[in-house]
């Protein structure tokens, strides 16, 4: 057995999602910003050093001999000045030092010089205390006896300390930023929920005393509108069918109290005196239509329950419906003949599904239609097979016309057309032929209109299979 675990809140959700943003970008956009800033000193370091080394070549072609670097001294001192602690190295073809400045020793880098004509690297470099960026260029003259290395280096201390100090607070500010766009995040998505809560809250107020209560959906956020419409629609059909289940328990109290109160009367005047047993056995008599009329109507009641709970066919077979309704004509002929009515039937058709549910269906409607058949007329039956797959029946009979306003009411449950109530059916007939032509994938309707009603049925050839629900995992 597997346990479900509960999925997370829609606010934890978005919460997290607004973290995880958040966490991501943020980072990314520190490490541009990082990178930006170190490149930047970079390049504002190897600019200066490039305005040294152009400085220092362009004194270079004055030198004839390795003797006028000494006079020469002041020049490069004076190239130097202004340039942040510079230090300037140069050295002959041989390594020997021409040249240095006062601080760090550089002579160590003019070996690792570019071998080839002005070859340039900038690099960084550390001796014990500090740390410089460092341009090594070779640098030729005309002349075959004037190869130089010059060694370019200014100290980058105060932007190592600087970036070390920004980078400390640049990722402390995306941390604070992180938590606090969580945190944003998460008043932002209770405030967008509060129309939503708003809605649970009218829900909760609902009950079966107000099922007439709508959400008005100009009132909630766009984004809730199709949530409100659709409440609504479920409310309407939810009242709908509790009206309906209210004028059925209505219907069924109305439909057995009259038997009831037959029996209760019938058995209250026996026992008011002494009888012979042939008038008992007349009320006796009298009282079996009773019991069988209740025993009908409670039939037809868990009937159209299983089909309620069943809505769909199981043992299905292949029918001819042309044998089905001629067998049906044998057992109302009798009933026909004693009312003067004539039955007709036209075309044939097969079709597939469970033969006593489609037998009652066409025994209700036949039975119904011979009852308000009146004398000479005819019920006839039309069987036709449809272009589509389908199956058409037409049930039709001669008589007094129903008016428009029962037509869509005459499937219901305990509905009559006769206000009166009278004796004959509890109301049922056509509403188990309905139940049983749904579940068989069909459909049902009626038309009355110049002295003629008819009765429309379809049915697919081959109703869908049947959907088992699916088991709960735990």
Request: glycine letters at 6%; aromatic letters at 6%; a neutral charge.
């Amino acid at each position: 057995m597997r346990l479900l675990r509960r999925p997370l809140s829609l606010a934890l959700r978005l919460t997290l999602l607004f973290g995880i943003a958040a966490a991501t970008v943020f980072p990314v956009f520190g490490w541009i910003i990082s990178q930006s800033t170190e490149r930047h000193f970079a390049a504002e370091d190897t600019r200066e050093l490039e305005i040294i080394a152009r400085a220092v070549q362009d004194v270079l072609p004055r030198v004839r001999a390795t003797e006028d670097f000494t006079s020469l001294e002041q020049r490069f001192d004076d190239i130097l000045v202004g340039h942040h602690s510079a230090s300037l190295h140069i050295a002959g073809k041989d390594g020997q030092t021409l040249y240095a400045s006062p601080g760090p020793d550089l002579s160590a880098l003019a070996q690792v010089a570019d071998s080839r004509s002005n070859g340039t690297s900038v690099r960084q470099w550390s001796d014990a205390k500090h740390t410089y960026r460092v341009l090594i260029r070779s640098a030729r003259k005309d002349t075959t006896e004037g190869a130089y290395t010059l060694v370019v280096a200014v100290p980058i201390d105060i932007h190592l300390r600087f970036l070390v100090a920004f980078r400390r607070t640049l990722w402390f500010m995306i941390a604070c930023s992180i938590f606090v766009m969580g945190l944003m995040g998460w008043i932002a998505v209770r405030q967008g929920h509060a129309p939503l809560h708003d809605i649970v809250a009218r829900i909760r107020r609902i009950s079966a005393n107000e099922l007439n209560t709508r959400l008005p959906p100009e009132s909630v956020p766009y984004e809730l509108r199709d949530l409100a419409v659709s409440f609504n629609e479920m409310l309407q059909r939810i009242d709908a069918a509790f009206h309906r289940l209210v004028d059925f328990n209505a219907d069924i109290a109305h439909e057995l109290r009259t038997p009831i109160t037959n029996l209760m009367t019938q058995t209250q005047v026996a026992l008011s005196r002494a009888r012979t047993i042939d008038e008992y056995r007349e009320i006796l008599y009298s009282n079996m239509e009773e019991y069988e009329r209740m025993a009908q109507m409670v039939s037809d009641m868990l009937f159209l329950a299983q089909t309620d709970n069943r809505p769909q066919t199981e043992n299905i077979t292949e029918l001819d419906l042309a044998a089905e309704v001629q067998a049906l004509f044998d057992y109302y002929e009798g009933w026909a003949e004693e009312r003067g009515v004539a039955l007709a039937l036209d075309g044939a058709a097969t079709v597939s599904g469970e033969r006593p549910m489609l037998r009652r269906a066409l025994g209700n409607l036949l039975s119904n239609a011979i009852r308000h058949t009146p004398a000479r007329g005819t019920v006839r039956v039309e069987l036709n097979a449809e272009h589509d797959g389908e199956i058409g029946i037409v049930v039709e009979n001669t008589g007094p016309e129903i008016a428009p306003e029962h037509l869509p009411k005459l499937f219901d449950r305990f509905y009559r057309v006769d206000p009166s109530r009278q004796r004959g059916g509890a109301g049922l007939g056509l509403a188990i032929v309905k139940s049983i032509i749904e579940a068989h994938g069909g459909k049902i309707g009626v038309t009355s209109a110049a002295g003629c009603t008819k009765f429309h049925i379809t049915l697919p050839k081959r109703p869908a299979p049947i959907r088992k629900p699916q088991q709960e995992q735990l």
